[in-house]
């Protein structure tokens, strides 16, 4: 019914920066939240930045000011740019978004397939 398909991770060098996006797809009625995630070998998942359909953003301390989120309504796409890239920020990607369903009344949370980002020293 829904698909979360993320893109843009890669490999790139301590100082540089990637935009990630994430584009949700089916019978889509509305989008409550979007998120990016993170999960680093050997931890736990963690957010790393979200923004609400009225565009309130949250930020995990360890990327404020280096990372920035921001939405596409009309694309149902969310973004990810991350500059100022430190090793300590490689990690899997994963998007989360938070939906109804059409002819649904109570949202519902949605990941992606995840997306591998390397920042090398």
């Known amino acids: 019914q829904v698909q979360v398909v993320e893109s843009g991770g890669g490999l790139v060098q301590a100082g540089g920066s990637l935009r990630l996006s994430c584009a949700a797809s089916?019978?889509?009625?509305?989008?409550?939240?979007m998120g990016w995630y993170r999960q680093a070998p050997g931890k736990q998942r963690e957010l790393v930045a979200s923004?609400?359909?009225?565009?309130?953003?949250n930020y995990a301390d360890s990327v404020k000011g280096r990372f920035a989120i921001s939405r596409d309504n009309a694309k149902n796409t969310v973004y990810l740019q991350m500059n100022s890239l430190k090793p300590e920020d490689t990690a899997v990607y994963y998007c989360?978004?938070?939906?109804?369903?059409?002819?649904?009344?109570?949202?519902?949370?949605?990941w992606g397939q995840g997306t591998q980002v390397t920042v090398s020293s």
């Open positions: 089916g019978s889509i009625g509305s989008i409550n939240y």
């Open positions: 923004i609400t359909s009225g565009g309130n953003t």
């Open positions: 989360n978004i938070k939906l109804t369903l059409l002819l649904e009344y109570w949202p519902r949370h949605y």
